[in-house]
């Protein structure tokens, strides 16, 4: 089935641990993005690839990475996570063609 | 930089009403998309409709249009004959064309259809 999967649904961290979140999608998009979610807040971009082997950092970099190795896998890293992390994260990936965004189902990831 | 604006964070409506959310956004750019999101209590992200910014005709899809006034930087959503099934937070998005694509999201409306 064509979409974008993600990994772990949930997850409860103890602050000062390093996590990463999975993202995978089979649509050969060249283009994919990392949003988290707060309430009151909407989506926010923390990271981008417009293609294999290029990142870009959004509006809230800090404390994350990614790495986009090949074109379906976009991981985020958390390298040593503060409650402040506490969201619902969200990884998308764009078609070319048509300009629409696809989205994964979320993380959601608590941080204590 | 570019802002969306979404002015009415709770909005219900009957059953098989016809209801309109609200999104205004600020950018100076002139080739861009617009969207609204649909989330429903499963979280899930879906995508609603589109609207590109150089058509002047408004998009539709099925029971949801939207009213885009491009000079008062506009991008409304309506619902007709709303159903129990579109209880749903809904976001409206920009995303500037070139560069990196993004999309930036309004805070959300949470809409909530009664029987």
């Known amino acids: 089935i064509a979409g974008i999967t993600q990994a772990p649904t949930s997850q409860i961290l103890a602050a000062g641990r390093r996590m990463t979140l999975r993202c995978t999608q089979d649509?050969?998009?060249?283009?994919m993005y990392w949003y988290r979610q707060d309430l009151g807040l909407g989506l926010r971009l923390i990271h981008y690839s417009n293609t294999a082997g290029t990142t870009g950092k959004g509006e809230v970099p800090d404390g994350y990475s990614v790495s986009r190795a090949n074109t379906d896998d976009f991981p985020l890293t958390l390298a040593s996570a503060v409650p402040s992390q506490t969201s619902v994260y969200f990884c998308?990936?764009?078609?070319?063609?048509?300009?629409?965004?696809?989205f994964g189902p979320g993380t959601r990831l608590t941080v204590l | 930089a570019q802002t969306v604006t979404q002015s009415q964070p709770e909005m219900s409506v009957q059953e098989a009403e016809t209801v309109t959310l609200s999104c205004t956004y600020d950018?100076?750019?002139?080739?861009?998309?617009l969207f609204w999101y649909k989330q429903p209590p499963s979280r899930q992200m879906i995508l609603v409709i589109r609207?590109?910014?150089?058509?002047?005709q408004n998009a539709t899809e099925n029971r949801f249009s939207v009213n885009f006034q491009k000079a008062a930087k506009s991008f409304s959503l309506k619902i007709s004959d709303s159903q129990l099934g579109d209880t749903a937070m809904y976001f409206c998005a920009f995303m500037k064309l070139g560069s990196n694509y993004k999309l930036t999201f309004g805070k959300g409306t949470l809409l909530t259809v009664n029987p």
């Open positions: 649509m050969r998009h060249n283009a």
């Open positions: 998308a990936s764009r078609d070319f063609a048509s300009g629409k965004s696809f």
């Open positions: 609207q590109e910014a150089y058509k002047q």
């Open positions: 950018t100076s750019e002139n080739n861009y998309y």
